[in-house]
């Protein structure tokens, strides 16, 4: 087994009772807290027209979790290229690169993240995405590149700048991609895991090297709730579980408080639907999450974990996040003794 890196992604969760603001401090507080235990990275997600997630404008947000952190890398997970022109998203994390050198990542997709009507008054054309999707990152490229500055359009700030870009995918259509041009690949195996193993599999066997990156990285993000004991983690584990109820159900309603009991709540085909999109979800103490996770890197052999812990509750959260160090410090441990 492989030793792994472990980060953050964020995506602004707007709870119950609590406003915009609170969320924005709540995401400061966790990314400071993932920077003193020495987590990788923090990325946040780009989503439009939902009251339970507030990470929007995500360059916005960026910089403001980047100036309230000192060391650990922030970044997109991710940017949804098509939505914006590269451009303008060069210029932003040029900008952001340069006020924080050497801690920004740029990672990108190609879904909306959003609805079908948010996704035209954000004027994509859904006809163009596959072809526009990979155009646009070669133009990312160039407007990041030495070379364009003998270019009649530049992007100032972003020219010279080593901003690393990540693709990110839910299916296996950017594996494919992310092969091709020898990039990192981010699966979103939280909310989509059909087809990760497949994606994984395309994106090791047809992987080119390039001057960006010589070998596959690969990044898996997964679900976690982690509690003192079994009984806390899945209680508080609900208000993930009603977070994909209100999906299936098309309510975007902020984040519930946990419950005792989700029978109450769900039907028996939306409880399946919903155990079946969270397949990777590792909820326990600690011991729990540490052999989960394990069973998990045995199989896929990952090079770093993204954990994504919707609970209601900020303290919880913190402490959830400091048990899944703990746990990959012991894998960690057994991995280098081995």
Same mark, same amino acid.
């Given at each position: 087994?492989?030793?792994?890196?472990?980060?953050?992604?964020?995506?602004?969760?707007?709870?119950?009772?609590?406003?915009?603001?609170?969320?924005?401090?709540?995401?400061?507080?966790?990314?400071?807290?993932?920077?003193?235990?020495?987590?990788?990275?923090?990325?946040?997600?780009?989503?439009?027209?939902?009251?339970?997630?507030?990470?929007?404008a995500t360059s916005v947000l960026i910089g403001f979790i980047a100036n309230g952190t000192k060391k650990i890398r922030v970044g997109s997970g991710g940017i949804m290229l098509p939505n914006h022109s590269s451009l303008i998203i060069a210029e932003q994390f040029g900008t952001l690169e340069s006020l924080f050198p050497g801690r920004i990542d740029l990672g990108v997709g190609r879904a909306p993240g959003t609805d079908g009507l948010t996704a035209q008054a954000l004027g994509r054309n859904p006809a163009l995405i596959n072809e526009q999707f990979p155009r646009q990152i070669l133009e990312l490229q160039r407007y990041f590149s030495k070379e364009n500055s003998e270019a009649m359009v530049r992007a100032i700030p972003g020219e010279g700048l080593d901003i690393p870009i990540y693709i990110l995918g839910s299916s296996t259509d950017s594996a494919w991609l992310a092969a091709e041009l020898g990039l990192p690949y981010a699966f979103a195996g939280h909310f989509a895991p059909e087809q990760m193993e497949m994606a994984f599999k395309i994106y090791r066997e047809?992987? /080119?090297? !390039?001057?960006? $990156?010589? @070998?596959?990285?690969?990044?898996?993000?997964?679900?976690?709730?982690?509690?003192?004991?079994?009984?806390?983690?899945?209680?508080?584990?609900?208000?993930?579980?009603?977070?994909?109820?209100?999906?299936?159900?098309?309510?975007?309603?902020?984040?519930?408080?946990?419950?005792?009991?989700?029978?109450?709540?769900?039907?028996?085909? /939306?409880? !399946?639907?919903? $155990?079946? @999109?969270?397949?990777?979800?590792?909820?326990?103490?600690?011991?729990?999450?540490?052999?989960k996770l394990t069973n998990f890197q045995e199989r896929f052999q990952v090079d770093e974990m993204m954990i994504n812990s919707h609970i209601y509750d900020h303290q919880k959260r913190l402490r959830s996040y400091e048990i899944f160090r703990e746990a990959t410090n012991s894998i960690q441990s057994v991995i280098n003794h081995s």
């Open positions: 087994m492989k030793n792994f890196e472990i980060s953050v992604l964020d995506l602004a969760p707007v709870k119950q009772g609590k406003s915009i603001y609170d969320t924005f401090q709540d995401s400061l507080s966790l990314a400071n807290h993932a920077e003193n235990l020495d987590y990788k990275r923090f990325w946040l997600a780009e989503h439009h027209n939902m009251e339970s997630i507030a990470s929007s047809h992987f /080119e090297p !390039s001057k960006y $990156l010589d @070998k596959p990285y690969i990044i898996a993000c997964v679900n976690g709730v982690a509690a003192e004991t079994s009984e806390e983690a899945h209680k508080i584990s609900t208000t993930l579980f009603q977070a994909f109820i209100n999906i299936v159900r098309n309510d975007r309603k902020p984040f519930a408080p946990p419950v005792d009991d989700m029978d109450e709540i769900w039907s028996s085909m /939306e409880k !399946s639907m919903v $155990l079946q @999109k969270l397949r990777y979800t590792f909820i326990g103490d600690q011991a729990e999450v540490q052999e």
